[in-house]
């Protein structure tokens, strides 16, 4: 999968391919011009986008999988933001913080279970209270295996409820983040400048925000949508409410996110 960039030089549209490190050292096929695109996208935005890309095209089965692996990843940049934030209150340097962190997530790497517990502790250490959503029916577990292990091919509808359910929890996670999402988002920012002390003379370099689902709420228009009000006695409580609210949220974020996301999956552009 890939995504256009513009020549700094000569402003002909060049294709990318997505990498882990959002860093892309590039040659436009055209002037010959050097220059290095940084994108400001966590790993976890990344595969929710392309999740929700190839849902708009058509292939359900695919997105399942993305959307699956973007919530594995956004648990992981939880747990850096939590470490890094707690590591800010204390005279630890970032730097030192941050590569203990790499060194202990590196125990957990290639254990989801492992990384599930580690998330489920930094969340009661930051919040001090039980994540009641980890359950299959919270994160979607049932509907995720019986579709990416034992082969089953999912309506569209199957997994817009899906995506509507993790775009959901991640975005309260991430309000319920607020500003500690910046110090894993600075790890980022560091690995930017170090890329940028390496590079020789003569590379432009250019910084992006692509459009993804999860700006829509942090740096874009899309407003808090009120949940459904519990009737007095809690008597009547419609059992779809929960999942309405999360349809109609993803639903808005993907309005106004939609044509933008679109413009990613053209193909390459002519000479």
């Keep these: 999968m890939d995504f256009p960039t513009v020549c700094p030089t000569c402003a002909r549209e060049?294709?990318?391919?997505?990498?882990?490190?959002?860093?892309?050292?590039?040659?436009?096929?055209?002037?010959?011009?050097?220059?290095?695109?940084?994108?400001?996208k966590q790993k976890?935005?990344?595969?929710f986008d392309l999740g929700t890309r190839a849902l708009m095209d058509g292939y359900a089965r695919e997105a399942v999988a993305s959307f699956a692996a973007a919530?594995?990843?956004?648990?992981?940049f939880y747990?850096?933001?939590?470490?890094?934030?707690?590591?800010?209150?204390?005279?630890?340097d970032f730097g030192t913080a941050l590569a203990a962190l790499d060194g202990t997530w590196r125990h957990v790497a290639s254990q989801s279970e492992r990384q599930l517990g580690m998330f489920t502790l930094a969340y009661l250490l930051r919040e001090g209270r039980e994540?009641?959503?980890?359950?299959?029916?919270?994160?979607?577990?049932?509907?995720?295996?019986?579709?990416?292990?034992?082969?089953?091919?999912?309506?569209?509808?199957?997994v817009e409820a899906y995506a509507a359910l993790i775009f959901a929890l991640i975005d309260r996670l991430l309000s319920e983040l607020g500003t500690?999402?910046?110090?894993?988002?600075?790890?980022?920012?560091?690995?930017?400048?170090?890329?940028?002390?390496?590079?020789?003379?003569g590379v432009t370099v250019v910084f992006e925000e692509h459009p993804g689902m999860f700006?829509?709420?942090?740096?874009?228009t899309l407003t808090p949508l009120p949940k459904p009000a519990k009737p007095a006695g809690g008597a009547g409580a419609r059992v779809n409410d929960a999942r309405a609210f999360q349809e109609a949220l993803f639903r808005r974020a993907?309005?106004?996110?939609g044509p933008q996301l679109a413009h990613f999956k053209r193909g390459p552009v002519g000479p």
């Design 71 to 76: 919530l594995e990843r956004f648990m992981e």
């Design 180 to 201: 500690g999402a910046a110090h894993a988002e600075l790890a980022q920012e560091q690995a930017f400048a170090a890329h940028l002390a390496a590079l020789p003379d």
């Design 14 to 40: 060049n294709r990318a391919e997505f990498a882990d490190s959002s860093i892309y050292d590039l040659t436009c096929d055209r002037c010959g011009a050097h220059y290095c695109v940084l994108v400001r």
């Design 79 to 92: 747990v850096r933001a939590v470490a890094l934030e707690r590591a800010a209150g204390t005279d630890t």
């Design 215 to 220: 700006r829509a709420r942090r740096f874009g």
């Design 44 to 47: 976890f935005e990344v595969l």
């Design 254 to 257: 993907l309005a106004e996110r």
């Design 131 to 158: 994540p009641e959503f980890l359950t299959p029916k919270g994160l979607g577990t049932d509907f995720r295996n019986r579709v990416i292990h034992r082969g089953s091919l999912p309506t569209r509808a199957e």
